[in-house]
């Protein structure tokens, strides 16, 4: 199994930064990519950004420029930088983390969320 801990969220003015955290335990080793989604009220939960376990980057177009995804060294942890942050960014940030559904043993974790709140 594996375990997601997320922290950094909260209320921050429009043109705002904030850094959300995501700490991995259990069967890190097994993981390939980490992943933040959001899911705003009322709206279905969209992937933000993912990283795989090589560094490859992926970000949705409404947050390319603006949010920066990364691993910590250790592998365990995964960051969101998020730059120039805007009303519409409000939502409940999710940590994933998953193994491909092509490798054995395939599996997708996650974290309980953290509450992001952009005001105008």
């Known amino acids: 199994q594996v375990q997601l801990v997320e922290s950094g969220g909260g209320l921050v003015q429009a043109g705002g930064s904030l850094r959300l955290s995501c700490a991995a335990s259990?069967?890190?080793?097994?993981?390939?990519?980490m992943a933040w989604y959001r899911q705003a009220p009322g709206k279905q939960r969209e992937l933000v950004a993912s990283i795989s376990s090589g560094g490859s980057t992926n970000y949705a177009s409404s947050v390319k420029g603006r949010f920066t995804i990364s691993r910590g060294n250790a592998k365990n942890t995964v960051f969101l930088q998020m730059d120039s942050l805007k009303p519409e960014d409000t939502a409940v940030y999710y940590c994933n983390a998953n193994r491909a559904i092509s490798r054995p043993f395939p599996f997708d974790y996650w974290g309980q969320g953290t509450q992001v709140t952009v005001s105008s």
């Open positions: 259990g069967i890190i080793f097994a993981i390939d990519d």
